[in-house]
Nanobody, 115 residues
Framework: QVQLVESGGGLVQPGGSLRLSCVASGSIFSISIMAWYRQAPGKQRGLVAQITSDGVINYVDSVKGRFTISRDNAKNTVYLQMNSLKPEDTAVYYC?????????WGQGTQVTVSS
């Protein structure tokens, strides 16, 4: 069983930065795809960024050039550095671990971008 614990969310002004962290338990982190998703009120959860075990990275178009996903396999941790934040980035951000045929979600961390 894998547990994911996110941290780093909070309230930030437009143009500000936050770094989210997600720590995974267990032994499959290094061979898993890690991803960040977000869900705004009244909207479906959607992919923000993904990084494979080989380091291949994908971003949703709306965050390209502003967000950076990275991973530290020695610490079983995936990060999401978020710069130039906009009010439309406000959402609950979830970490996801995928190792076919299973996947696991964290509990989410709230990010609010407001002046």
């Amino acid at each position: 069983q894998v547990q994911l614990v996110e941290s780093g969310g909070g309230l930030v002004q437009p143009g500000g930065s936050l770094r989210l962290s997600c720590v995974a338990s267990g032994s499959i982190f290094s061979i898993s795809i890690m991803a960040w998703y977000r869900q705004a009120p009244g909207k479906q959860r959607g992919l923000v960024a993904q990084i494979t075990s080989d380091g291949v990275i994908n971003y949703v178009d709306s965050v390209k050039g502003r967000f950076t996903i990275s991973r530290d396999n020695a610490k079983n941790t995936v990060y999401l550095q978020m710069n130039s934040l906009k009010p439309e980035d406000t959402a609950v951000y979830y970490c996801k671990l995928q190792r076919f045929p299973q996947w696991y979600w964290g509990q989410g961390t709230q990010v609010t971008v407001s002046s």
